[in-house]
């Protein structure tokens, strides 16, 4: 099958890689690259696990091509070592807001672009995190620790 040259940055470092054209950037992250902590549920756009940050902004990697990417600055949960991200681990870690951990690294971007989106006017606000926490699904914590975690990493306690 033809493959199609692609160049990203993926969590700081440059990647260069020949992929097919109908490869999704799920795949290619978890496959190619193995970064194995994104993680593929239902591949339709529904369940947030696959989700990463691309250019700043989350992004399904279970819905977009690799090839649609190129170019892009991707950072999956093993790239999330910036302040934020650190908090975000220790809290998730403090408050065992992950139990299978299915879905901890779509949560964890979720709540990365949460906390760094500056039109919130409280990141400790509850129902401003449980609003933005809809876009992942998870089916073991009942959500409450995760949201305690991410009022942690924003600094309520
Ligand atoms: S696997 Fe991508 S949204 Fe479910
Ligand atoms: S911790 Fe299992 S799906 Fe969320």
Redesign the pocket.
């Known amino acids: 099958m033809t493959r199609v040259p692609v160049h990203f940055r993926i969590n700081g470092a440059a990647v260069a890689a020949q992929v097919a054209p109908d490869l999704t950037l ?1 795949d290619f992250l978890r496959g190619e690259q193995r970064l194995k902590g994104t ?13 990463v940050m691309a250019d700043g902004e989350t992004l ?4 977009t091509l690799a090839t649609q990417m190129d170019g892009a600055d991707i950072t999956t949960v093993e790239g999330f070592d910036d302040p934020a991200g650190e908090r975000l681990r220790k809290a998730f870690s403090e408050y065992f807001a992950a139990q299978c951990g299915f879905c901890t690294a ?1 949560m964890m971007a979720v709540a990365r672009e949460f906390l760094a989106d500056t039109s919130v006017a409280d990141h400790r606000d509850e129902a401003a995190i449980r609003s933005r926490l809809d876009a992942v699904v998870c089916r073991c914590t009942g959500y409450q620790a995760i949201v305690a975690a991410v009022r942690a990493a924003a600094g309520a306690e």
């Open positions: 799920a993680h593929i549920g239902c591949e339709e756009g529904v369940c947030g696990s696959c989700t399904r990697s279970c819905l779509g």
